[in-house]
């Protein structure tokens, strides 16, 4: 069975650029999270669709991101225009659960941004 | 609000010997608590987790996690640690504020050495 997968694997972009970030999750998984870790900090939560729908995007950090998953199945990350705080690591997770609290996520090994 | 620490940016043990990653979390109900671990180019693979019932949880690998509620804590222990074991481990509470998210920790970073 596939894992969730992530592309690209890396970016480098200059300020004021546009990236898209794509997620694959596990087929059939209806739970699509978006995570970033910033410098070696925390993995932050930037939001969770279910399906197709935004069911939480409260940690999406302004209006330059953007992530949509239409069909439910794969999702995109938007960042526009690009700044130089956006770079980090951003990982998406899926997961077969209803949203429970104790539900298994499984994760795609990341997109390395690096905004110039 | 809720948030996890774990104080040890990074750890080296020696092969063979004993590991305790440390996590204390803040949450004001009963928590839901994992611990992920990533090995270089993977994404992050859950070790254990923990949401009732016996306090002290097994997972994979050979590791285990012991929850303490007086201490707000969910160390992570492993009685023999090997060079493969070298990765980066995040503690994690499942919290529900309207809708379910998993908060992470700022991780910690194993080095083995032999």
Known sequence: ?116 | AQSVTQPDIHITVSEGASLELRCNYSYGATPYLFWYVQSPGQGLQLLLKYFSGDTLVQGIKGFEAEFKRSQSSFNLRKPSVHWSDAAEYFCAVGVDTGGFKTIFGAGTRLFVKA
Not at chain 1, 26 to 36: F, T
Not at chain 1, 42 to 47: N, Y
Not at chain 1, 61 to 90: I, M, W
């Open chain 1, 1 to 116: 069975e596939a894992g969730v997968t992530q592309f690209p694997s890396h970016s480098v972009i200059e300020k004021g650029q546009t990236v898209t970030l794509r997620c694959d999750p596990i087929s059939g998984h209806d739970n699509l999270y978006w995570y970033r870790r910033v410098m070696g900090k925390e993995i932050k939560f930037l939001l969770h669709f279910v399906k197709e729908s935004k069911q939480d995007e409260s940690g999406m950090p302004n209006n330059r991101f953007l992530a949509e998953r239409t069909g439910g199945t794969y999702s995109t990350l938007k960042v526009q225009p690009a700044e130089l705080e956006d770079s980090g690591v951003y990982f998406c997770a899926s997961s077969q659960d209803r949203g429970q609290l104790n539900e298994k996520l499984f994760f795609g090994s990341g997109t390395q941004l690096s905004v110039l």
